[in-house]
């Protein structure tokens, strides 16, 4: 007789991958440290750090496809890996000069840990002891928009900015560097945050989370008005008159961030 296959069992694929490959690097790793040859302590990192996230997408997909009260919790893995996986690829793409195991912004800062481990215990917390909260379909539906609407600004920021994009803000003008004031950039002058504001935010949303969703929303918005800041003062010096005339048509796209100020 014919069984019929489960669907999620489908989406194990990426799991028993990113298993495989994991176990495959672990091994080689070890028996080249064995026979005392030098390692490449970043290349095995990184590939850690890809694998790691393949599997926690594929654990996403099958929570998300599974028969269970835990699909949300599935979009946020598969939106949380998808996020660092891609910030890690787009870098590679436009400036691969940049790039390092700190693309994938998985090390960004001890509050951004801080904040997505609050989120998983919150989540968790709430759905043992409220478990009707997590099922509001309607405003995960909202906030899985928001994470699509926030990634995708964010990675056409990128695109747009090409080369001149870096994860790390730049105190000294590289002789290629160039303002960039089209696409995405003559709607917004700083898409690439509107887009991981939005982001966050939405992750939030999206597990019906009220305590992180407002903590995010804070610690968020102050941490952009400050880089913003910080960024366009070197924006300025880099490209003087240039950046002042864009700044003067150009709205930041944060709500109540208007950016440096300039005396006229
Ligand atoms: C993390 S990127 C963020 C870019 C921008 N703030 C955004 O949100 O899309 C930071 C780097 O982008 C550069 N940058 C920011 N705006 C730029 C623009 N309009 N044209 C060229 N470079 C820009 C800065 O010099 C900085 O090194």
Request: glycine share 6%; aromatic share 16%.
């Amino acid at each position: 007789m014919l069984t019929k296959k489960k669907p999620y069992l489908k989406c194990s694929f990426p799991v028993f991958t990113g298993l495989r490959c994991y176990a495959k690097l672990h091994r080689h790793y070890r028996i080249t440290r064995k026979k005392g040859q030098c390692v490449d302590p970043e290349g095995i990192s990184l590939n850690r750090a890809a694998c790691f996230l393949g599997f926690a997408f594929g654990c996403g997909l099958i929570l998300s496809f599974a028969d269970t009260t835990w699909t949300h919790f599935g979009w946020y893995m598969c939106s949380l890996s998808f996020f660092h996986y891609s910030e890690y690829l787009v870098t590679a793409i436009i400036n691969p000069r940049s790039l390092s195991l700190d693309s994938f912004l998985l090390n960004h800062s001890v509050e951004y840990t801080v904040a997505a481990i609050s989120s998983w215990i919150e989540f968790t917390v709430e759905k043992l002891l409220i478990p009707e909260m997590k099922q509001m379909n309607w405003l995960c539906l909202v906030g899985l928009v928001m994470v699509l609407c926030g990634e995708s600004l964010r990675k056409a920021a990128m695109l747009t900015a090409g080369s001149n994009f870096n994860h790390i803000v730049q105190n000294e003008k590289a002789q290629s560097h160039v303002l960039v004031t089209t696409g995405v950039y003559a709607l917004f002058r700083h898409p690439s945050y509107v887009g991981w504001f939005y982001w966050s935010i939405g992750t939030q949303i999206m597990l019906c989370n009220p305590i992180c969703l407002l903590g995010y929303t804070i610690a968020s918005w102050r941490f952009f008005r400050e880089r913003i800041e910080e960024e366009e003062i070197s924006l300025i010096h880099f490209f003087g008159e240039d950046y002042i005339e864009y700044k003067k048509v150009v709205f930041t796209g944060l709500p109540f961030i208007s950016g440096i100020r300039v005396n006229s």
